[in-house]
């Protein structure tokens, strides 16, 4: 069986998640990348890094918030954004 390589599908409105098999280390972490980016471009704006990992944990993807962080700055993404209330449908239901 040959593995599943090729991007990325995940939307948080269709709740469709195709996660890339068999991947290398440097594809995992573009990967993951990816999928942050989809998740900033839904949101509107840059989650928290815990809030972060929490939305990739949700989609599949095993993740620290410390490593969220790491992401954040290769990504040019560590500028701080100043805290606001979570609207009712931005909270996360576990």
């Given at each position: 069986m040959k593995p599943l390589v090729g991007p990325?599908?995940?939307s948080a409105k269709?709740?469709?998640?195709?996660?890339?098999?068999?991947?290398?280390?440097a594809a995992a972490?573009?990967?993951?990348?990816?999928?942050?980016?989809v998740i900033i471009a839904e949101l509107g704006r840059k989650p928290?890094?815990?809030q972060m990992a929490n939305l990739l944990e949700a989609r599949g993807v095993h993740i620290s918030h410390?490593?969220?962080?790491k992401y954040?700055?290769?990504m040019h993404l560590s500028l701080p954004e100043?805290?606001?209330?979570?609207?009712?449908?931005?909270?996360?239901t576990l």
């Open positions: 990325i599908a995940c269709e709740e469709n998640i195709v996660l890339v098999v068999n991947l290398n280390n972490i573009e990967q993951r990348k990816q999928m942050m980016a928290s890094c815990r410390v490593q969220v962080s954040y700055h290769q100043p805290p606001r209330l979570l609207l009712p449908s931005e909270r996360l």
